[in-house]
C-alpha cells in the first residue's frame, strides 16, 4: 500500500538546482571513502605494525557493510523517506572519520569502517533514487547513464589528494579530509534540500520481502548485478594490490601510487563515456566486443610481462581493462537501476548491495590466493573475472528479457 504523505522539508524550487548537485555530488562518497587512503596502506601498515592483508581488510570490511546495507536499506528509504536518513548518515561518517584519525588501534579502525560502510550505504542509495522520484522518461536514463561516469570522479580525485596528503601530513589526514567533506556536504544538504518521497510504502516485511524475491527471481536483473560486480571487482582488485606493487616492488612514491590510481580513475570514466554514448546501439553486440577486448588485453599484458614489466606496462594495461570495466558497468547498471521504478529505493540498494557484496568477497578471497606482488599476479586476477564475465555474458545470451 502506498500513503501520501506530507513532508516536513521539501526542496524549495529556487533549491532544486542546487539540490541536483549536491545530489551528484554525494553519489562518488563510496569512491572516495576508499579510494584517499589507497597510497596510505603501505604506510597506515608500517604505522600500525600490522601486515598487508589486516590492511587490506579496512577496505573489505567497508565494503562488505556497504553492500550488505544497500541490501536493506532500499525498503527503509521507500518507507520512511530519504532526506531526514541520509543527513544523519552524513554526521554519523564524519564522526566516524575523525575517530579514524585519532587511534592506532586496528580493530578500533575495522569498527569505524563498517560504521562507514552502513552510513555510506544509506546516503548514496538515497540519492540514486532522488532522481528516480523527481525524474522518468528519457530524462531519468540519461541521469541514470550519468551515475557511474559521476561516481568515478572519487576514483579520479580521491587517491591524487590522497598521494599529497599522505607525503605531506600522514595517513591519518585522508580521513580529516573525508570528515570535512561530510561535514560541508551536511550543512549544505540541511540548507539547501529536502524530501524528494512522496509516496510512502508501508513497512509491511512479508510484501517487501515479495518485491525483494521478484527482484531476484528475474535472471536478466540477477545476471545483470553479477556482471557489475565482475566489473568492479576489476577496480577494487587494483586498489588492493597496486599501491604495494608500485611502493613495494617498484619502489616509488605514495605520490606516483597516487597519480597511478587518478588515471585509472579517468579510465573508467572513458568506459562510462563510451557506455553513455552507444546506450542505444545493440546491447550484445556493444557487450561482446567490449569483453572481447579485455580477452585480448589480458592475454597481451600476460604475455608481454615476460620480456618488459614496469610502472608503464601495468598502468597502460590496467588503463585498457579499466575501461572495459566502466563500460561494462555504465550499460548494466543503468538497465538495473530502471527495471523497478515503482520501487526505486529497493531497486537501487540491491543493485548497490549485491554489487559490493559481490565485489568484497571476490577481490579479498582473489587478493588473499594472488598476493599483491607483482604485475604477474595483477594480470591474472584480471583474467579470472573477465574470464567469468564471459561465461555470465553466455548465459544472459540465452535468457534475454528487455536487454534488446
Partial sequence: MLTQVSSPKCIKEEHKGIANLL????????????DIYLPSLPSMAA????SNIQVQL???????????????????????GRYKISLWGLIIFALASVAIANTHNIYVIYLMRIVHGITVGAIVVSKRAYFIDLFSGEQLKHYLSLFSIIWSTGPIIAPFVGGYLQT???W??????????????????????????RLYSDFN????????????????????LAMIGLAYSMVMIYNMTGPFIIEHELHLSPV?????????????????????????????????????????????????????????????????????????????????LSRFPKN?????????????????????????????????????SYAVLILASVLVMFVLKSRKEGLD
Fill in 256 to 336: 606516483v601510487s597516487g597519480y597511478g590510481s587518478l588515471i585509472l580513475g579517468f579510465a573508467w570514466l572513458v568506459g562510462g563515456f563510451v557506455g553513455k554514448a552507444t546506450i542505444n546501439k545493440p546491447f550484445f553486440k556493444r557487450i561482446s566486443l567490449n569483453i572481447a577486448l579485455q580477452v585480448v588485453f589480458v592475454t597481451a599484458m600476460l604475455f608481454s610481462i615476460q620480456f618488459v614489466s614496469g610502472l608503464y606496462s601495468l598502468i597502460f594495461f590496467a588503463f585498457i581493462i579499466h575501461v572495459g570495466a566502466g563500460f561494462t558497468f555504465n550499460n548494466f547498471f543503468t538497465y538495473c
Fill in 344 to 380: 526505486a529505493g529497493i531497486a537501487s540498494g540491491l543493485s548497490g548491495g549485491i554489487n559490493y557484496v559481490i565485489v568484497s568477497f571476490l577481490s579479498y578471497g582473489i587478493v588473499f590466493f594472488l598476493p599483491a606482488k607483482d604485475e604477474f599476479n595483477l594480470g591474472y
Fill in 205 to 224: 516485511i512479508k510484501k517487501i520481502g515479495g518485491i525483494y524475491a521478484g527482484m531476484i527471481t528475474t535472471s536478466s536483473f540477477t545476471l545483470g
Fill in 168 to 170: 605531506s601530513f600522514g
Fill in 47 to 50: 604505522t600500525l605494525q600490522v
Fill in 58 to 80: 579496512t577496505l573489505t570490511l567497508f565494503l562488505i557493510s556497504y553492500g550488505v546495507t544497500q541490501l536493506f536499506i532500499g525498503s527503509i528509504l521507500d518507507s520512511f
Fill in 172 to 197: 591519518e589526514s585522508n580521513f580529516y579530509f573525508l570528515a570535512l567533506f561530510a561535514a560541508i556536504m551536511a550543512v549544505l544538504e540541511y540548507i539547501f534540500s529536502g524530501e524528494t518521497l
Fill in 23 to 34: 545530489a551528484f555530488a554525494l553519489i562518488p562518497l563510496s569512491g572516495f571513502a576508499t
